[in-house]
């Protein structure tokens, strides 16, 4: 005897993936580094994997000394940098914007001379 197969939509086999606050994460990697417990057992505590949740305490370890430092982040001096771009960007249309304006008003001007004589 045969068996019927369930067919299943694609997405009903897809699981979604899980996004956590950075809160959460925080949460979770300090409590990691005041060892309350081994990695694995905090990651299953919270039902998260352990190379997920080493991944989180990396990045948290590398990014700590950014709290401290003194003047723009490097982000900041980036932003900085592409608003400072952009409005030189602005500044030059516009002035082009003029110039194709004005050189339109002067070939008006030329044709109707010419067309005059």
């Given at each position: 005897?045969?068996?019927?197969?369930?067919?299943?939509?694609?997405?009903?086999?897809?699981?979604?993936r899980n996004q956590y606050t950075p809160?959460?994460?925080?949460?979770?990697?300090?409590?990691?580094?005041?060892?309350?417990?081994?990695?694995?057992?905090?990651?299953?505590?919270?039902?998260?994997s352990p190379v997920i949740l080493g991944?989180?305490?990396?990045?948290?370890?590398?990014?700590?000394?950014?709290?401290?430092?003194?003047?723009?982040?490097?982000?900041?001096?980036?932003?900085?940098?592409?608003?400072?771009?952009?409005?030189?960007?602005?500044?030059?249309?516009?002035?082009?914007?003029?110039?194709?304006?004005?050189?339109?008003?002067?070939?008006?001007?030329?044709?109707?001379r010419r067309k005059r004589t």
């Open positions: 005897m045969r068996h019927k197969k369930e067919k299943l939509s694609y997405n009903e086999n897809m699981k979604k809160e959460f994460k925080t949460k979770v990697v300090l409590e990691v580094l005041r060892e309350e417990g081994t990695l694995n057992e905090i990651a299953a505590r919270y039902e998260i991944r989180w305490k990396t990045e948290f370890l590398e990014r700590v000394p950014d709290v401290f430092k003194k003047g723009p982040s490097a982000t900041e001096k980036e932003l900085k940098a592409e608003k400072e771009r952009t409005a030189k960007l602005e500044r030059k249309v516009g002035q082009l914007t003029y110039e194709v304006d004005w050189l339109k008003k002067k070939s008006e001007e030329i044709i109707n």
